[in-house]
């Protein structure tokens, strides 16, 4: 399946969850068995050019494509999960969304001090979600080098929220 091809398998679903967002639905690629691993394969091919310890995946998208590439690159994942969930002691952040404001968290002893961490998420759009997730991630010590999303929407200009020495990866971009 070419790029172009796979990209086709996200469905748009105009005004939701609110008037003016259109919602990029990754469930009707992920229900493909070809074209879910042709998006792990490729985002482990880009991600493989740098050197990880670790990839950090933001609850809840971002563990459908962190848990099959930290198995395919051979790396530890460590959970970002949303208040109240994670039950050793944790370090936690608020932040602004496209879409309203929440807090991450994340256990306070998951990265040694030091460790390459890869951020991956679904979505990259105002960037807001992967920024307060490399803030949470040099709380507890890690080196956040690099992020990997699926989509990334341009137009929100998402990746001039992120230091410039950070790379992106992403698979498919939006206008
Ligand atoms: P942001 O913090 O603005 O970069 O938003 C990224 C987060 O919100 C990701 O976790 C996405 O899953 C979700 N998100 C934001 N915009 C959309 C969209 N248009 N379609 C699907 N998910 C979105």
């Known amino acids: 399946m070419n ?4 990209q086709n398998k996200i469905r748009n679903i105009p005004n939701f969850p609110k008037p003016g967002i259109e919602f990029k639905d990754i469930t009707t690629l992920l229900k493909d068995a070809a074209a879910y691993k042709e998006v792990i394969d490729a985002l482990a091919q880009k991600i493989s050019q740098t050197h990880i310890d670790y990839i950090v995946a933001i609850e809840s998208r971002g563990y459908l494509l962190g848990a099959p590439l930290a198995y395919k690159l051979g790396t530890g994942l460590v959970l970002v999960r949303k208040p109240g969930k994670l039950p050793a002691e ?35 759009a105002t960037g807001g979600t992967v920024k307060a ?3 949470l991630v040099k709380k ?6 690099a992020t990997a999303f699926m989509i990334e929407l341009e137009n929100l200009h998402g990746k001039e929220k992120l230091p410039s020495d950070i790379k992106v990866y992403s698979l498919f971009k939006y206008k």
């Open 133 to 135: 997730t490399i803030d």
């Open 90 to 124: 944790v370090e936690k952040i608020e932040y602004d969304l496209e879409y309203g404001k929440d807090t991450l968290e994340i256990h306070k002893d998951s990265i040694e001090k030091g460790k390459k961490v890869l951020v991956i998420d679904d979505l990259l």
């Open 140 to 145: 507890v010590g890690g080196d956040v080098v």
């Open 3 to 6: 790029l172009e091809n796979l």
